[in-house]
């Protein structure tokens, strides 16, 4: 595995992948959504994804746009068309185990999919003790919490260690910031049946479960992850928005991490942690108003680092989509 992993990081640090990722930049040519125009639907902003009504089903549209902290942090070339082609693979993958609200993929950067109803839930699961943000395991851990989203959680624990197993760590969507919460809680509260919880949560961890084993077969760990569910016209419960993309999810290599962890360094990653790093070191991302741009090497390394995992993942050569938001709305109306 660690020959896979060499062969896919040299091919992505080559000339081809650097120019076609540093042309994207210096151009301005991301895909923020911004420019898609489509007459007949109403187009709805979220963080990195914009929907578009089509009214028997939904385009999605994900955007270069880069979000952390609960906010945009930079627009990374090419992130978009590796996000939704990244979970398409998983879709594909996982569909045997729950059903997905996926109907067709026909642009690199649109999805086409049912209407459902989310959940207003999202489904974390960890598998390791780490974390930068304030509804992190290891955020809470660190912070004196020894019962985190209804599991307790032994002493001595150090960042970056393998959790004794798999954990649920469900987050509520609210307004402000998303709040840790347990299974119990959330039925207390009245966010979700039993029977809708139970259907979801066993979801959320088969599906990480099959995520860590092909992982694990191309030299990666998956450490931890979201999902979102929700219930379409006929009320059957879809795992939907994004499956266990670099966004979504945290990527380690694994040749590495038992040497990393003895020397008391941070594992290799291969998704936007470092980038989310960087700014936690900046500034205070959570309270600063103004915040600073990230530096060209490191928005350019971020998308190497994005179409690096896709490669490693699918087993697929990157294609580069040239001018490719022009073609976003002819995709749509077409679909």
């Not at 906010?71 to 590796?82: E, I």
């Not at 851990?141 to 260690?161: A, F, I, T």
């Amino acid at each position: 595995m660690t020959e896979y992993v060499d062969k896919i990081q040299a091919r992505t640090k080559t000339a081809l992948y650097a120019d076609n990722i540093a042309k994207v930049f210096d151009s301005d040519a991301q895909i923020t959504g911004d420019n898609v125009k489509i007459e007949s639907a109403k187009r709805m902003v979220g963080k990195v994804r914009d929907r578009y009504d089509l009214t028997t089903k939904l385009a999605l549209v994900t955007t270069d746009r880069q979000s952390g902290f609960d906010r945009m942090l930079a627009k990374v070339p090419y992130k978009g068309q590796v996000l939704n082609l990244t979970s398409a693979y998983w879709f594909e993958k996982t569909k045997d185990i729950i059903p997905n609200h996926i109907i067709s993929i026909p642009h690199p950067n649109v999805s086409i999919v049912k209407k459902c109803t989310p959940f207003p839930i999202e489904f974390v699961v960890r598998s390791y003790m780490t974390g930068s943000t304030s509804t992190s395991i290891w955020k809470n851990y660190s912070n004196g919490v020894r019962n985190y989203c209804g599991h307790d959680l032994p002493e001595g624990m150090v960042k970056n260690q393998k959790l004794e197993k798999n954990l649920l760590t469900p987050t509520t969507k609210e307004e402000e910031h998303d709040r840790p919460i347990s299974e119990a809680d959330i039925v207390k509260e009245n966010w979700m049946t039993v029977e809708d919880l139970e259907i979801c949560g066993k979801a959320a961890l088969a599906v990480f479960e099959r995520g860590q084993k092909i992982a694990a077969e191309r030299g990666l760990i998956l450490v931890d992850t979201k999902f979102e569910f929700g219930k379409d016209e006929d009320g059957n419960i879809l795992i939907i928005d994004e499956v266990l993309t670099p966004d979504s999810s945290r990527y380690w290599l694994a040749a590495s991490y038992e040497e990393r962890m003895k020397a008391g360094q941070e594992p290799e990653n291969i998704d936007k942690e470092f980038l989310r790093l960087w700014f936690a070191k900046q500034c205070d991302p959570y309270k600063d108003e103004v915040i600073p741009d990230a530096p060209k090497d490191l928005v350019c390394e971020l998308s190497r680092r994005y179409i690096s995992l896709y490669e490693m993942i699918t087993g697929k050569e990157f294609e580069f989509s040239e001018g490719a938001e022009g073609r976003i709305a002819s995709a749509i109306e077409n679909a």
